[in-house]
C-alpha cells in the first residue's frame, strides 16, 4: 500500500477523527496518523483506518510529526486572546440569531472569520463560521454573500464526506435557487442529497433532513425543467421532470417515508400538488 507523505502533515498536523491539532500522534502502517486517545477510540469500534479503511494491526509513535504538533501548539499559545475573542463571537452570533438579532449575529461571525483565517490550526471552527454565516445571509435574502460563503468553505473542507459538507452543498443549492440558478442548484441540491444517502441511516433524524433535501432538489429540478421546456428542449425537460418525480416519489414511497408534521417546512397538500403537476407536465410532453 501507498503511503501518504509526510509532508503533508507537516502542513497541516490536524486529525482527521477531532479536527484538532495532533497530540501524541500515532502513524499506521497504512500511513495515516491520528491523535493517540482517538485512534484508541476508533479501534475499539472498528478494527480499520477512518481514511482508508485498510485493516491496520500496527501502529506507532509518529516522533517527527509529535514535534510539529507541538510547534504548533505553541504558537496556538501565543494567538490565545485573538481565538478566545473569536468563540466569543461565535457564541454571540447563536444567541443573537435565536433572538432574531440577524444582522448582528452576521456581523459577529464575519468578526469570527476574519480570526480562525490566520489561525491554520482553526480550520475546522472557520469551516463552521462560513457555514453559519452562510445561513444567516440566506435568512438575510443576502444571496450572493451566502454563496461566497458555501464556496469558500468547501474549498476548505478536506474531508469530502462530512456532516459539515452535505449542509454545505444544501445550503449552495438553495441560495442558488433563490438567484434563478437553477441549473447550479441542481447540482449542489444533488451532491447534497448523495451526501445525505450516507448519513441518512445513522438516525431517523438524518432520514428526515435527506428527504427534505430530495423535496427541495425535486422543486429545483422543476423550475429547471420549465426553462428547458421554454427554451424548446422537450427532451432534455422531459428527462429533468422524470429526475424530478422520482425524487419527489422517494420522499413517500421510500422505507421510512417522510412524516409530514407541524415541523415540517412543506406539507402533504405541496408535496401531492408538486407530484401532480410534474406527471401533467410528463404527459404534456
Known amino acids: 500500500m501507498t503511503q501518504p507523505p509526510l509532508a503533508k502533515y507537516w502542513q497541516d498536523p490536524m486529525c482527521a477523527i477531532c479536527c484538532d491539532t495532533f ?5 499506521g502502517d497504512c500511513g495515516h496518523v491520528f491523535c493517540n486517545v482517538c485512534i484508541m477510540r476508533w479501534l475499539q469500534m472498528q478494527p480499520a483506518c477512518p481514511i482508508c479503511k485498510h485493516v491496520t494491526p500496527f501502529w ?15 504558537q496556538r499559545d501565543l494567538d490565545t486572546d485573538d481565538i478566545d475573542r473569536a468563540h466569543a463571537q461565535y457564541r454571540k452570533a447563536l444567541v443573537d440569531a435565536d433572538d432574531g438579532k440577524l444582522d448582528d449575529a452576521a456581523d459577529a461571525l464575519e468578526r469570527s472569520v476574519s480570526i480562525y483565517q490566520s489561525n491554520v490550526q482553526f480550520r475546522s471552527h472557520l469551516i463552521h463560521c462560513l457555514s453559519k454565516l452562510a445561513h444567516i445571509r440566506f435568512l ?10 458555501c464556496e469558500y468553505a468547501l474549498q476548505l473542507v478536506s474531508r469530502p464526506r462530512h456532516s459539515i459538507t452535505w449542509d454545505l452543498y444544501e445550503a449552495l443549492g438553495a441560495a442558488l435557487y433563490e438567484l434563478d440558478e437553477y441549473g447550479r442548484s441542481c447540482q449542489m441540491l444533488e451532491q447534497s442529497v448523495l451526501l445525505g444517502t450516507h448519513f441518512a441511516a445513522r438516525s431517523s433524524t438524518n432520514r428526515q433532513l435527506h428527504h427534505m433535501g430530495c423535496w427541495r432538489l425535486a422543486i429545483a429540478l422543476e423550475m429547471r425543467g420549465a426553462q428547458e421546456r421554454s427554451h424548446g428542449d422537450h427532451a432534455a425537460a422531459l428527462k429533468t421532470f422524470n429526475r424530478a418525480l422520482n425524487y419527489c416519489q422517494l420522499i413517500r414511497e421510500g422505507p421510512e417515508p417522510f412524516i409530514f408534521g407541524r415541523h415540517a417546512t412543506t406539507t402533504e397538500a405541496e408535496w401531492s400538488m408538486l407530484k401532480v403537476t410534474l406527471e401533467e407536465q410528463i404527459q404534456g410532453l
Open 140 to 149: 438575510l435574502k443576502h444571496y450572493q454573500e451566502s454563496v461566497r460563503c
Open 60 to 74: 506507532k509513535l509518529e516522533t517527527t510529526l509529535r514535534r510539529c504538533a507541538a510547534e504548533a501548539e505553541s
Open 23 to 27: 497530540v501524541n500522534p500515532m502513524m
